[in-house]
């Protein structure tokens, strides 16, 4: 059991839907403040009112990702009003699918901006908080597409999280001087929003290739931020952990027919 987190004030960008809704309500439910983050109002005002219930303090900032000036007013915003800041899980992403010979080259530019870029922003507007406080706590959700896997029409998707763990290496020996970590969870198939506008035929083929034979829960991925934002987790950093399932695991289609 995980006590640390209690009253932390903790960032959750993409808190408005899927994984990132997953992710503020485990926080929350360990009794976090916790600021969400998106482009769309509507669907933050229905999130902070969905988890109310859970414990902690919700709160929500409207922020694209991609932009500089607004990552930062977003990221000083939020620990105004929640008396600093000691978590940033820097969430928030995209993944249109589209193979390369109909990919144009502002979806590639898109892509890579919402779901790397963006990693570094958020980082880079948090340095003065942690920098501060004196201690803190990055959690970037990467995927296994790309930095284990491939998928047709996510080569853009795929750089961009391989790109986050480029990333998190340098960036891990950069905020050691701030006491801080960072670290990437790395989702199989979670059970989301996004992922159901892909269709229930990728859904079941899906499901049924993973050896635990079914979708992640959103509370799945929280459950492996929490930890990397403990106290328990404070030796930990530059590192990753998948959590899938065991999708990544098998070797062929007859592997998967003998479990
Ligand atoms: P989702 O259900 O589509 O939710 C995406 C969230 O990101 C929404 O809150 C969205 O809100 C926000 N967002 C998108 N673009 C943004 C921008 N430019 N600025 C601010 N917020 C933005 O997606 P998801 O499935 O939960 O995925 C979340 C993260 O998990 C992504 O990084 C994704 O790559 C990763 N992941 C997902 C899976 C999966 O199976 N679902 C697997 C591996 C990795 P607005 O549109 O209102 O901005």
Redo the contacts with the bound molecule.
């Keep these: 059991m995980l006590t640390s987190i209690k009253d932390r004030s903790v960032i959750v ?9 997953g992710i503020a309500k485990v926080f929350a439910r360990h009794g976090a403040k916790v600021t969400i ?4 109002e509507q ?2 005002k229905a999130t902070c009112d969905e988890l109310a219930g859970e414990g902690g303090a919700l709160r929500y900032e409207i ?4 932009d500089w000036d607004e990552v930062k007013r977003m990221v000083d915003s939020a620990a105004a009003a929640q008396g600093g800041l000691d978590v940033m899980c820097a ?5 249109p699918q589209t193979k390369m010979v109909e990919m144009d080259i502002a979806e590639w530019d898109r892509v890579m901006a ?2 790397l870029r ?1 990693a570094f922003l958020c980082v880079k507007a948090s340095i003065p908080h942690f920098d501060r406080a004196g201690k803190g706590r990055v959690v970037l ?5 790309g930095p284990v896997t491939g998928f047709p029409g996510w080569a853009h ?1 795929g750089a961009s ?1 391989a790109g986050q763990l480029g990333f998190l290496k340098t960036a891990a020996m950069e905020l050691s001087r701030y006491n801080t970590t960072i670290n990437a969870v ?10 159901q506008d892909l269709g229930q035929e990728y859904l079941d083929t899906m499901a049924a290739s993973i050896p635990l034979k079914r ?2 829960e ?1 509370e799945d ?1 929280g459950h492996a931020a929490l930890f990397f934002a403990s106290d328990e987790a404070a030796y930990i950093t530059g590192q990753q952990i998948v959590v899938d399932g065991g999708q990544i695991l098998p070797e062929s289609l007859e592997a998967m027919a003998e479990i």
């Design positions: 960008t993409g808190g408005s839907k899927g994984i990132g809704r983050v998106a482009r769309h669907e933050l922020c694209d990702v991609c969430n928030a992403g995209i993944f919402t779901n963006s959700t990467s995927s296994i597409t998707y999280k790395m989702p199989g198939n979670i059970f989301t929003e996004g992922l979708l992640g959103v991925i």
